[in-house]
């Protein structure tokens, strides 16, 4: 008797919860969703959901030459419970390249597209093939890392590793230092082409 007493108690709370949570759910949406209406320019209801039924929210950094993502933190004392859109248009200011959306989830995504290279790929460096010479770019091979200098060195003038190497995009550098070391040995040629 003792044990279904303890079930039933247990059940019980379970039930109480739960329809605390559902209360005070419904009440904060009810709130919430009154705020996004009277704001037309705000059309997802993204904060429909209770703070913490809520996806985290996610800051990153998007550059555009090479691809890649670098999250951020949010900035110290900024709680996004109570943020609008107006709120975090002053917190992440479009003209200075920020975009916030929303996911399907509800997610809400504030991303901001940087031009260039990422920390990681702008000291890398890459060679290619230019109207028939060999060019220095920055950044790995098949970023969009802008051109650094064309060198007066054909490619067809090279032994043919360093010709398979340039025309099929296996020639990057970790560093300066390695490209100048590469770019020591390619300048040889350069007297041939002249």
């Known amino acids: 008797?003792?044990?279904?007493?303890?079930?039933?108690?247990?059940?019980?709370?379970?039930?109480v919860a739960t329809g605390a949570v559902l209360t005070c759910g419904s009440i904060g949406v009810r709130i919430v969703k009154e705020r996004i209406?009277?704001?037309?320019?705000?059309?997802?209801?993204?904060?429909?959901?209770?703070?913490?039924?809520?996806?985290?929210?996610?800051?990153?950094?998007?550059?555009?030459?090479?691809?890649?993502?670098?999250?951020?933190?949010?900035?110290?004392?900024?709680?996004?419970?109570?943020?609008?859109?107006k709120e975090l248009e002053i917190l992440f200011p479009p003209q200075e390249g920020w975009t916030i959306r929303t996911?399907?989830?509800?997610?809400?995504?504030?991303?901001?597209?940087?031009p260039g290279l990422c920390p990681q790929d702008a000291p890398k460096r890459h060679l290619a093939e230019l109207d028939g010479r060999v060019a220095v770019y920055r950044g790995p091979i098949g970023s969009m890392g802008e051109l650094e200098r064309v060198l007066e060195v054909k490619v067809d003038a090279l032994?043919?590793?360093?010709?398979?190497?340039?025309?099929?995009?296996?020639?990057?550098?970790?560093?300066?230092?390695?490209?100048?070391q590469a770019l020591d040995s390619l300048e040889e040629y350069s007297a041939d082409t002249r």
Do not use: T
Request: proline share 7%; aromatic share 10%.
């Open 1 to 15: 008797m003792k044990s279904s007493y303890r079930h039933f108690l247990l059940v019980l709370i379970c039930l």
């Open 37 to 85: 209406f009277a704001d037309a320019s705000w059309q997802v209801p993204v904060w429909a959901l209770p703070q913490f039924l809520r996806p985290k929210p996610r800051i990153e950094k998007l550059y555009q030459a090479c691809g890649h993502r670098e999250e951020i933190p949010l900035p110290e004392g900024v709680d996004l419970r109570w943020v609008g859109k």
């Open 103 to 114: 996911e399907k989830n509800g997610r809400l995504v504030i991303l901001k597209k940087v």
């Open 159 to 180: 032994p043919r590793a360093w010709q398979e190497r340039i025309r099929q995009g296996r020639a990057e550098f970790q560093s300066e230092e390695e490209l100048l």
